[in-house]
Each structure stands twice: as structure tokens, then as C-alpha cells.
């Protein structure tokens, strides 16, 4: 126990170490950190707005948790990432709790050291969006409706509810069907299994129905406010953000997507999860204390799998009933498990080779002294230890902090460039001409204003403009210049390796007329 409480508290400080050092990506971050600042500017929390329009694309959950992270420490960087972390903190001390529920407060560290261990969820715990408040909590909604099944108190059923409220407040009503398809699975299971009576368990589905229906409502009041405030703006939005992404016939079938996500995603333990899982389903009268998670994992996997819309973030919510499951094996002395084990180190040393060599770091002694302590350690557990795989994965972790996130910086000034522009020309309209990065109002603190065409800049008077634009204009002065990546940095991987090749950059420029 006394390694596991040492190895949380050096993932913990990993989590925690650079927060803010990166600036707001682009793009998907910047319309969280700016509808959140916005929200503060105007002093109104009803009508979001990202870059002074309507932002309907999502719930306002996460854009009031962000703002009131601005309000009590400041706005920045780290403080815009303050909620996914404390997100995920909060993920994983209810995996400890309800660990401790299922089995023993060993299992419950166990399974929180899994799941902060899954490269996702490493990733995105430094990254504002929704996907880790929601998943704490659907987390919190689907433990205490366990607790609340399992006759651990009745008072469970309407804490759950108010978990689930705030998840479909977060990220929308679909994640209803999530909620309902679990607590459905796993009372047919327990009849299946002759644990409860068919009578019994339909009653009993009812009842999480009706609290489930009554979770619903702020969402629905949200939904109602946004479509009286905005109207057939908001339908088109919620047709696209929800049902087009669900039920797009223009999209075929892709049943093997979110398998092959969980290889890469829940890493270092995604193989030992699939073995896990095919021995849970040979052996469930045995495990039955798991059936709970295991029905919250299925309904994940079969819901996104059949929605029209794959996106590898969406698998998310079922990494805490995976983690619960891998951390079933914990104890096990299996040769397969301990081959797993040599797989993984084999695996992640080779990804920390190739990084180092990638990043052109190969000589870095602290990174090599980090990596060959690891291996020490590693070599001196127990040959099934499960622990052995988050040892393997801390150099991975250490590198991308320490290493890679300072490495991407050098490429993305927009910071330096924004705040230097404002200091200089405050007075003046800032104008984009055919490019926008959506990080620019968050930097700008103000409007920036999107032309597609030159034809636009009729519209504004050239003294009062600053004008970003791809190219030189006649009769306007350069006042600075700045090369940007082009792509997209949600597509990390893409984005380093465009890095490396210096590809999809291009030189912009700022402009005042003459």
C-alpha cells in the first residue's frame, strides 16, 4: 500500500506540474476559455457567447464552472484548466470509495491508479472541455445509483439524480440513455443470474426512471431558455451538435472504432482490461459484485458504437467501469498476466526511445536517469504486480510535461504576439482577413471580427483597423509578422509530427493602414 499512496502522489504532482504553461489551444479550447471569460465581462451567465455570438453548441455547465474558476483565482491558462483536473481528482477519489464498496480500500486505490494512468485521461485532465467534468459526474450518478441498488440507502437513488442532473447539464440529454441502458442491464442480469425476481426488478427500473426524468429538467429548462431567447438558431444548432451526430445517414458503420480506441487510450492497461473482461464474462456468478460496472461499460460501448458520430473522446465515460474491471486481476498470479506486464514495458520503453529520439533529446540525462529508475523499480516487483504497468507509463508521463509540451510551445506565440498587438494598437478594431484562430479573442480581450474577402474592409475605417492577414496588402504597413501552424492542435500526434516536418505553417501578417 505504502508504494501505491507514493506512486498517486508522483502521478498527482505530474497532473498538476506545467498546467499553465502551454497557451489555449486552438481550437476547441479557446471557445471554453473565452465564452468563460465573456460570461464575466458582461456580467451574465444565462446568454453564453464566444467571441461575442451565440454559443449554443453545448450545456452551460462547463462554461459556469470555468467562469467561476476565473472569478475566484484570476484568468489564465492554469486557471482554465482547473476544472478538467479537479475533474478528474474527483473521478478518481470516487473509484477509491467505491472500491473500498465493491471489495477493499487496496481495490479502490488500485482502480483510481488505473484509471489516472490512462494516457486519455492524462491528456485531457489538462485540457478545458467537457469531457472530464461530465465524466465525474456520470461517475458520481452511476456509483451511488450501485450503492442505492445494492440497498446501501435510499436516500442514493436522489444523490445519483443529482449527479446525472448536473451530467446532462454538462454535456446534454443524450447521456439520459447511458444512465437508464446501465440500471436496465444490470437488473436483467441480476434476474438472469436469479437474483432478484422479474416483478421486482421492473418495479425498481420504474422508479430510477421517474428520478432519471426528473434530472432531466434543468436540462430541459436550459433547452427551453436557449430556444425562446434564440429560436430556429438553436434548433439548427442542437439538430447539428446532437441529432446529426447520432443519426447522420450520410455515415456508415464503424463497429470496431472505439475497441481499437481503448487499445491506445487506456494505456498502459488496455490489454489487460480485454483479458479482464473475457475472463469476468466466462466467470459472472463468481464476480458478481461486478456486474455493475460491467453493465455501465457494455451500454458505453454498444450506445457510441451504434451513434453515427465517432470521436475517441466519447468512449470516456466507460474508463471508470474499466477501471474497476482491470483492477479485478489485482493479486492474480497468472503467466498472462505476466506477460502483459513485460508486453506494456516493452511497448512504452520503445514509445520513450522513439520520443527522445524524435524530440532530438537523446542525450538528456535527466530524461534517461527518470526512465532507467522507472525500470529499477519495475525490475523489483512482483512479476504479476499490476503496478508495474503505472511505473512503466510514469516516464511516458514525465517526458510529455516535462519534454514534449515545452517543445510544442516554441511553435504556438499567440500569447506573446496578441498581448503585445493590444498594448500597441488598444484603440483600433481588430479585423481577421480569411484566417482565424479561435484563441485570438480570449488574447485580445475583445471582438475580432472575421472577413472572408478583402471587399469587407469597406466596412471599417481603415485608421481604426488591425488587420491579420495571410498576405502583404497595398498601402497597409507591417507592424509585425509571425509564422502559425495552420492545422489543427486537437490532433496532437498530426501536430508534432507537422512540427518535425515543418508542414502546414505559414507566415501571417499584422497590419495598419499607412
Known amino acids: 500500500m505504502v508504494l501505491r499512496f507514493l506512486t498517486l502522489l508522483l502521478v498527482v504532482v505530474l497532473y498538476i506540474a506545467h498546467l499553465g504553461l502551454n497557451d489555449i489551444w486552438q481550437p476547441n479550447e479557446a471557445f471554453y476559455a473565452e465564452t468563460a471569460r465573456e460570461i464575466l465581462e458582461k456580467d451574465n451567465w444565462l446568454q453564453l457567447t464566444y467571441n461575442y455570438e451565440p454559443r449554443l453548441e453545448k450545456p452551460p455547465l462547463t462554461y459556469w464552472l470555468t467562469a467561476l474558476s476565473y472569478e475566484v483565482f484570476g484568468i489564465g491558462e492554469w486557471q482554465t484548466r482547473l476544472v478538467p483536473l479537479l475533474s478528474t481528482f474527483g473521478t478518481a477519489i470516487l473509484l477509491l470509495l467505491y472500491g473500498r464498496f465493491l471489495k477493499s480500500w487496496r481495490f479502490g486505490l488500485t482502480a483510481a491508479l488505473i484509471f489516472l494512468a490512462a494516457l486519455q ?41 443529482l449527479f446525472l442532473s448536473l451530467a446532462l447539464l454538462t454535456k446534454g440529454i443524450p447521456f439520459l440513455a447511458l444512465y437508464l441502458g446501465t440500471a436496465a442491464l444490470y437488473l ?21 426512471t421517474l428520478w432519471g426524468i426528473l434530472a432531466s429538467l ?27 451526430r447520432a443519426f447522420n445517414p450520410n455515415k456508415g458503420w464503424n463497429w470496431g472504432f472505439y475497441p481499437v480506441v481503448i487499445l491506445w487510450a487506456f494505456l498502459p492497461f488496455s490489454l489487460h482490461f480485454y483479458y479482464s473482461l473475457i475472463g469476468l464474462l466466462f466467470r459472472l456468478k463468481e464476480y458478481k459484485n461486478l456486474l455493475f460496472p460491467l453493465s455501465w461499460f457494455v451500454i458505453t460501448l454498444v450506445a457510441f458504437t451504434v451513434a453515427k458520430g465517432k470521436i475517441p473522446v466519447y468512449i470516456l465515460p466507460a474508463f471508470p467501469a474499466m477501471a474497476v474491471l482491470t483492477a479485478r486481476l489485482d493479486g492474480l498470479r497468472h503467466p498472462l498476466i505476466e506477460g502483459l506486464n513485460y508486453l506494456i514495458l516493452l511497448l512504452l520503453s520503445a514509445a520513450f526511445l522513439f520520443s527522445l529520439h524524435f524530440l532530438d533529446t537523446i542525450t538528456n540525462l535527466a530524461l534517461w536517469s527518470f526512465f532507467l529508475l522507472a525500470l529499477a523499480l519495475w525490475v523489483s516487483l512482483n512479476r504479476y504486480e499490476l503496478m508495474r504497468n503505472i511505473i512503466a507509463a510514469i516516464p511516458i508521463l514525465y517526458l510529455f510535461v516535462f519534454t514534449v509540451l515545452p517543445f510544442v510551445e516554441k511553435y504556438r506565440p499567440y500569447k506573446e504576439v496578441i498581448t503585445e498587438l ?5 484603440d483600433k478594431k481588430f479585423l481577421c482577413l480569411g484566417y482565424f484562430y479561435k484563441n485570438f479573442p480570449f488574447y485580445w480581450r475583445g471582438k475580432v471580427y472575421v472577413l472572408r474577402s478583402e ?34 492542435e486537437s490532433r496532437f500526434l498530426v501536430f508534432l509530427k507537422d512540427i518535425k516536418r515543418h508542414k502546414r505553417f505559414r507566415e501571417f501578417y499584422f497590419l495598419v493602414r499607412d
Do not use: C
Not at 140 to 153: D, K, P, Q
Not at 188 to 208: M, N, P, Q, S
Not at 464 to 486: A, D, H, M, N, Q
Open 121 to 161: 485521461v492524462f491528456a485531457l485532465a489538462r485540457y478545458d472541455a467537457p469531457e472530464m467534468p461530465l465524466l465525474f459526474f456520470l461517475t458520481g450518478s452511476f456509483i451511488t445509483l450501485h450503492l442505492y441498488l445494492e440497498g446501501r440507502g435510499k436516500l442514493f437513488l436522489p444523490l445519483s439524480g
Open 218 to 244: 434543468p436540462v430541459l429548462v436550459w433547452y427551453l431558455y436557449a430556444y425562446n431567447h434564440y429560436g430556429e438558431l438553436f434548433i439548427k444548432i442542437f439538430q447539428s451538435e446532437v441529432i446529426h
Open 188 to 208: 436483467l442480469l441480476k434476474w438472469v443470474l436469479k437474483e432478484i425476481d422479474l416483478k421486482r426488478g421492473i418495479k425498481t427500473f420504474l422508479k430510477i
Open 455 to 488: 471587399e469587407e474592409l469597406k466596412n471599417f475605417k481603415p485608421e481604426e483597423v488591425l488587420l491579420f492577414s495571410p498576405k502583404p496588402l497595398k498601402g497597409w504597413k507591417i507592424v509585425k509578422r509571425v509564422e502559425l501552424y495552420t492545422g489543427s
Open 422 to 426: 493590444k498594448s500597441r494598437f488598444a
